[in-house]
């Protein structure tokens, strides 16, 4: 071999030797930055903060707190022989029950295990201080009720998928549950993430804040007051309702029984209940406000318009008709104060039937009210051609007919603000995380079903319910006229109305002259007092005066306090019927 040759040789040598060099030095590289086959690239959701619901001045019902999600690979630490050592350790620092921990363990067919979640900054950072390997979190949120059993109705709660599941946490989860982020990251060895090398950074999106037209104030005192009529008179539980009548506003509804929002999985169906609007009942004398109203509106009757009373025993179309107080003549406005059943069916009977089912439609019955809240109910209006000759009587004095609380209460704002039906409204706005308004509360007329002249005399006469001789006199409020009605409702039993079980109600609205604030209240079965005026009318009351009070309006002190109790023959507002359920 010459040299040149030799040089050929040499020079082909070197570079296949340097090209063997930089093929192994890559990939030595390679293996050096790129994962290990244990810890593959993953794909991370990244979860949203659900938005927050507050009161209409901004209190916090519901929010979403950081916490943190502990996995294991269990194969690992079995291969390291370490389980019963993390159980000890886990068991010591977070309190984790050490056989659910050996269990979670035991699957070592797995790479990944759920051991704890719901953690917070400092549990995790305790964990971190142990140094055990093959352990890592995952972000999360926990959903937190920091006023607990507060409005729990109406806010309701997340499951434990995160999904709003009752209330305004299920009607709005499409704004309060947020976008969730992306990120693709690749891990070490140890599952750590490597975070130059993160392939993919999507940031998640919180949920809108929804701002609701609870006052949390009024809230209180509602539920205050409830809570105390329902223990002394050892009720099965009770709703209540405070709306602005000017512009539908809800600014306070509780329901009893209830239910800690922090521990829902701990409640019963029947404590979740929403009775203010997923329950159907017979109104009693509440509903004669309803019916005379029609008349009055028609022309049939005139407030001094008088009726015989028959002495509280009515036979009509061969059905007996009592009233609970015998009663000769009375006027319309003696009709609504003393709360006589006589009277209400032949004013219901003069207006007839398809005159009563049209008003009947027009106050909103039979149809939902557009409040927005899940859960709710109807009620039952049946056609008028499915009534018999007795019904439209019946529903003169709220039998025959099924309603809900909220109807009631829209009914009796159609009546303080001169006619004019509101929508009821629970949400007044809904605003994302850049401050962007999604939706915005706007008062929304429905119907104009009475004249306003004609609301002003039913407010007029209503008063007269809370005077001396009414049914309501315990709903009085010094210095401050309240229109108002009383009812006692007979429940239906297996073989028909059982007069042992009543539902006790009062509604008001206040100031009378000029009204703020519509009122209702109704206790479930009290015993052994059942009537409306002497159970609800003084919950009523206390509602009123601090909801008045809270507003800032000063009682006139021309108003003489009635402060000696009901004599035993006061009126009362209960209804008797001997008729089968229809």
């Avoid at 993430?193 to 993919?200: A, G, H, L, Q």
């Avoid at 401050?480 to 009062?506: C, E, H, L, M, W």
Wanted: neutral net charge.
């Amino acid at each position: 071999m010459n040299e040149r040759s030799a040089k050929v040789v040499l020079g082909l040598t070197g570079a296949i030797v340097g090209t063997a060099f930089a093929a192994l030095g890559a990939r030595l590289t390679a293996l050096h930055l790129s994962p290990l086959p244990s810890s593959p690239e993953l794909r991370v959701v990244v979860p949203a903060e659900r938005g927050r619901i507050l009161d209409r001045h901004g209190v916090v019902l519901a929010m979403d707190v950081p916490a943190y999600r502990l996995n294991a690979d269990p194969k690992a630490i079995a291969e390291e022989g370490a389980a019963e050592a993390y159980a000890r350790v886990l068991q010591r620092i977070l309190g984790l029950d050490p056989d659910e921990v050996r269990r979670q363990l035991s699957r070592t067919d797995r790479r990944q295990v759920y051991l704890a979640h719901g953690l917070t900054r400092t549990q995790r950072d305790h964990v971190f201080a142990t140094k055990l390997r093959h352990l890592w979190f995952d972000e999360m949120y926990v959903r937190q009720y920091p006023l607990n059993e507060l409005a729990a109705h109406v806010v309701g709660f997340v499951n434990a998928e995160g999904v709003g599941s009752a209330g305004i946490e299920q009607s709005l989860d499409r704004f309060l549950r947020g976008t969730p982020g992306l990120r693709v990251i690749v891990q070490d060895g140890r599952r750590r993430e490597i975070r130059d090398s993160r392939r993919v950074d999507i940031q998640p999106e919180p949920g809108a804040t929804v701002t609701l037209t609870l006052d949390v104030n009024l809230q209180t005192f509602t539920e205050e007051a409830l809570d105390e009529a329902v223990r002394q008179h050892n009720a099965l539980g009770g709703w209540a309702i405070v709306m602005d009548v000017r512009t539908g506003e809800i600014l306070a509804m509780t329901s009893r029984p209830t239910f800690d929002l922090n521990r829902y999985s701990q409640s019963s169906e029947d404590q979740r209940l929403n009775r203010a609007v997923g329950y159907v009942y017979e109104p009693g004398s509440i509903f004669k406000v309803a019916t005379i109203a029609a008349a009055l509106n028609e022309g049939v009757v005139q407030p001094e318009t008088e009726f015989d009373c028959e002495n509280g025993l009515w036979v009509f179309r061969g059905r007996p008709m009592r009233d609970f107080h015998p009663y000769g003549r009375l006027t319309v406005r003696g009709i609504i104060q003393k709360s006589s059943n006589i009277g209400a069916a032949k004013i219901t009977d003069l207006l007839g039937e398809a005159r009563l089912e049209k008003y009947l439609t027009l106050y909103g019955f039979g149809r939902p009210t557009g409040v927005g809240l899940p859960g709710e109910e109807t009620g039952l209006l049946r056609p008028r051609s499915q009534w018999d000759n007795l019904t439209a009587t019946r529903i003169a004095f709220g039998h025959s007919i099924g309603v809900t609380a909220l109807q009631m209460v829209m009914l009796l704002g159609m009546i303080g603000h001169d006619g004019v039906l509101m929508r009821p409204a629970m949400v007044q706005r809904v605003t994302d995380a850049r401050g962007r308004v999604l939706m915005e509360f706007v008062p929304t007329e429905l119907a104009r079903p009475l004249r306003p002249e004609v609301a002003r005399r039913m407010r007029e006469m209503m008063v007269a319910v809370t005077e001396e001789g009414g049914t309501g006199r315990r709903a009085a409020i010094p210095g401050v006229p309240v229109a108002g009605k009383t009812g006692t409702a007979i429940k239906v039993g297996p073989s028909g109305y059982d007069s042992r079980r009543n539902i006790a109600s009062f509604m008001g609205l206040v100031p009378a002259d000029q009204p703020r604030f519509a009122v209702l209240v109704s206790v479930d079965e009290p015993q052994p007092e059942h009537t409306g005026g002497v159970v609800a009318a003084p919950v009523f009351r206390r509602i009123a005066e601090q909801a008045l009070r809270y507003a800032g309006v000063t009682p006139s002190p021309e108003t003489r306090p009635l402060e000696v109790p009901p004599p035993a023959s006061e009126p009362e507002d209960r209804g008797h019927v001997d008729w089968p359920v229809m």
